[in-house]
């Protein structure tokens, strides 16, 4: 298997630098601990935890490309992605025992790969030369998908649909993406604001405990 992902090094190491990459490869690393960190609150054996740490990683960008007839499915033709998102998975059963602060690590790391699959999906809906509604859709797409994907199999309520500013911080990412790319900010230095800016948000937020407003109807319809 590490040869399997030996072509992700070449491509870091060996061609021209691509931040785009990085992110990519940080925010699917992060999304399989994550998933990895919930199938294990479930008690799942490591199948189940190998499942949900590919779906969790992989899923959002999957349901990204079928929604905009993105063909090929990304990772179907880097299956070095796969392996990468397995060896995360199946490593974080073995660090998970010596990491204290199970939840702290867990929303951080979701927290990282929200931002970084907005962002991703953006770029993605962009090089396909679509409007930007659409663009803003990929990216929040890309973000929330895979953490609702893992939260339904685990059974529990998806984060995105409790009063947590999640899909808000995505959001907000990608409109922020898109306001430094109309104003001819450098492709690289959008990305870093955008990353980091982003994941500050989605910390404080967590920090904070900021809150969407709730709808609450219990009215009994006669």
Request: proline share 3%.
């Given at each position: 298997?590490?040869?399997?992902?030996?072509?992700?090094?070449?491509?870091?190491?060996?061609?021209?630098?691509?931040?785009?990459?990085?992110?990519?490869?940080?925010?699917?690393?992060?999304?399989?601990?994550?998933?990895?960190?919930?199938?294990?609150?479930?008690?799942?054996?490591?199948?189940?935890?190998?499942?949900?740490?590919?779906?969790?990683?992989?899923?959002?960008?999957?349901?990204r490309?079928?929604?905009l007839?993105?063909y090929?499915?990304?990772?179907?033709?880097?299956?070095e992605?796969?392996?990468?998102?397995?060896?995360?998975?199946?490593?974080t059963t073995?660090?998970?025992r010596?990491?204290?602060?199970?939840?702290?690590i867990?929303?951080?790391?979701?927290a990282?790969?929200?931002?970084?699959?907005?962002?991703?999906?953006?770029?993605?809906?962009?090089?396909l030369?679509?409007?930007?509604?659409?663009?803003?859709?990929?990216?929040?797409?890309?973000?929330?998908?895979?953490?609702?994907?893992?939260?339904?199999?685990?059974?529990?309520?998806?984060?995105?649909?409790?009063?947590?500013?999640?899909?808000?911080?995505?959001?907000?990412?990608?409109?922020?993406?898109?306001?430094?790319?109309?104003?001819?900010?450098?492709?690289?230095?959008?990305?870093?604001?955008?990353?980091?800016?982003?994941?500050?948000?989605?910390?404080?937020?967590?920090?904070?405990?900021?809150?969407?407003?709730?709808?609450?109807?219990?009215?009994?319809?006669?």
């Amino acid at each position: 298997m590490t040869e399997s992902i030996a072509p992700i090094f070449h491509q870091l190491f060996h061609g021209s630098f691509d931040l785009l990459l990085v992110i990519y490869l940080i925010a699917i690393t992060t999304e399989a601990m994550s998933g990895a960190l919930a199938a294990g609150r479930r008690n799942m054996d490591i199948f189940g935890v190998v499942v949900i740490a590919f779906v969790t990683a992989l899923g959002g960008g999957t349901i990204r490309d079928v929604v905009l007839g993105n063909y090929p499915v990304g990772w179907t033709q880097h299956p070095e992605y796969a392996y990468l998102v397995i060896l995360a998975g199946l490593a974080t059963t073995i660090v998970a025992r010596f990491m204290h602060q199970m939840k702290q690590i867990f929303l951080a790391l979701d927290a990282m790969g929200l931002v970084a699959f907005s962002l991703i999906g953006c770029n993605v809906a962009l090089r396909l030369n679509y409007p930007t509604i659409v663009v803003i859709m990929s990216g929040m797409l890309t973000g929330i998908s895979g953490g609702i994907l893992r939260d339904v199999l685990c059974n529990q309520v998806p984060v995105v649909f409790r009063r947590e500013l999640y899909a808000s911080v995505s959001l907000t990412v990608c409109l922020l993406f898109l306001g430094l790319r109309y104003l001819d900010i450098s492709p690289n230095i959008s990305t870093i604001i955008c990353f980091a800016g982003g994941l500050a948000f989605r910390l404080a937020a967590i920090r904070f405990k900021w809150r969407l407003p709730v709808f609450s109807y219990q009215q009994r319809w006669e």
